[in-house]
């Protein structure tokens, strides 16, 4: 099952997606209510999913958004030397976590929130993001994937002269307000394949990012099981499981992101988000 996140007559719905029909079937309570265990209710109008705009499935967070770092092996390597006094090693045994805002999170067609003066370096990062649904502390490995309520596509957007200007350290130079795509819909755990999904990021429709989840340093699971190692993880966490490389700090010439691109990040089973990057005194305006 596909949820999304509608507002309809003034009121926010969730609705169940068919791709084919290419409908939108509403429900009588929204996707946060479902994910923490609350009844979906019966399916009521079905509507053409282009008589709607989706909005960002969540919109009631627990905490910051949960993030995992190099995760993919390529983007690691292709990193290195790039991080200006802050690399590793070697690829780490366990798995990096940082936390992101919530207020960063944006519906999947929706203006990412571009200033320049902020920052010169805005990169792209497509992700798998995943949604808990079921309360746990400490989960054997073997057990986390019963804890996944779905799946959903997110571009953890960065501004990388952010990262380095306050210690190396992830926050700040991820938290800023609308800057994260989440979407377009959660493919709930038992309608997703996870074996191989293909992970995409264009810019302009230049493919940057393309790599399979295959290639995931560590699993859905293994993160889930050692970031709840002794830190409950509850019912409508959001947990953004790495991004692969081709991002555009460790590009030669370097890309970053501008006024007007547009910006696609696509996840093969879970949707597409289409979102252009847009001065944030363009948004005040509009």
């Known amino acids: 099952m596909k949820l999304a996140s509608v507002t309809v007559d003034g009121v926010r719905r969730a609705g169940v997606v068919d791709e084919a029909e290419q409908s939108i079937a509403l429900l009588p309570t929204t996707v946060d209510d479902i994910v923490r265990g609350g009844p979906a209710g019966e399916r009521g109008d079905v509507l053409p999913l282009s008589s709607v705009r989706l909005e960002s ?92 309520f779905g799946f959903l596509v997110a571009n953890d957007v960065s501004q990388r002269d952010l990262q380095r200007a306050h210690g190396g350290q992830w926050l700040k130079g991820k938290s800023l307000d609308a800057t994260m795509p989440l979407g377009p819909w959660i493919t709930t755990a038992d309608s997703a394949d996870l074996t191989e ?7 302009n429709g230049v493919l940057l990012q393309n790599a399979s989840s295959a290639q995931m340093a560590f699993s859905f699971a293994r993160i889930i099981a050692e ?60």
């Open 57 to 148: 499935p969540l919109h009631r967070f627990n905490r910051d958004v949960l993030c995992t770092g190099w995760n993919y092996v390529d983007h690691f390597e292709e990193s290195k030397g790039r991080r200006e006094g802050q690399d590793p090693v070697a690829l780490p045994e366990h798995p990096t976590f940082f936390t992101k805002g919530p207020d960063t999170v944006i519906g999947p067609y929706d203006d990412i929130a571009y200033d320049p003066d902020i920052s010169q370096k805005w990169d792209y990062e497509a992700e798998i993001a995943l949604v808990i649904g079921l309360d746990g502390r400490s989960i054997p490995e073997e057990k986390a994937l019963d804890h996944v």
């Open 197 to 203: 999904m293909q992970v995409q990021c264009e810019v």
């Open 227 to 286: 970031l709840s190692h002794g830190m409950t993880l509850r019912a409508g966490d959001v947990i953004l499981t790495g991004t692969p490389s081709g991002i555009g700090n460790a590009r030669e010439p370097q890309i970053f992101l501008r006024d007007g691109d547009v910006v696609v990040t696509r996840v093969s089973g879970l949707g597409e988000l289409r979102n252009t990057v847009t001065l944030t005194d363009k948004l005040t305006r509009s």
